[in-house]
């Protein structure tokens, strides 16, 4: 089992920025790769960012690439997402998830663990 613990989320105005944290605990070893995911009300939830274990690998969703950056610390088991130029159509809950595989994925059915999410708002 991992366990996943969100923070850093709250509410910035437009052009902004945010660093979310993801702490992870449990058996991290067996760990491949972990992704940030967030859900609007009334939407479903959609891929931001993903980073394979040793950092090397990266993927991006085109509405974030460029504004957003994901990296991790292994040493604290743990993976940031840095939000850049924030804006109001970026609010939701975010997500932390990572996953027992190979390869990093964009999809929410391949993730094996959730974190409890942290509300991201931004205000225009």
């Known amino acids: 089992q991992v366990q996943l613990v969100e923070s850093g989320g709250g509410l910035v105005q437009a052009g902004g920025s945010l660093r979310l944290s993801c702490a992870a605990s449990?058996?991290?070893?067996?760990?491949?790769?972990m992704a940030w995911f967030r859900q609007a009300p009334g939407k479903e939830r959609e891929f931001v960012a993903a980073?394979?274990?040793?950092?090397?690998?990266?993927l991006y969703a085109d509405s974030v690439k460029g504004r957003f950056t994901i990296s991790t610390d292994n040493t604290k088991n743990t993976v940031y997402l840095q939000m850049n130029s924030l804006k109001p159509e970026d609010t939701a809950v975010y997500y932390c998830?990572?996953?027992?595989?190979?390869?990093?994925?964009?999809?929410?059915?391949?993730?094996?663990?959730w974190g409890q999410g942290t509300q991201v708002t931004v205000s225009s």
């Open positions: 998830a990572a996953r027992v595989g190979v390869v990093i994925a964009i999809k929410s059915a391949s993730y094996d663990y």
């Open positions: 980073i394979s274990r040793n950092g090397g690998n990266t």
């Open positions: 449990g058996r991290t070893f067996s760990v491949y790769a």
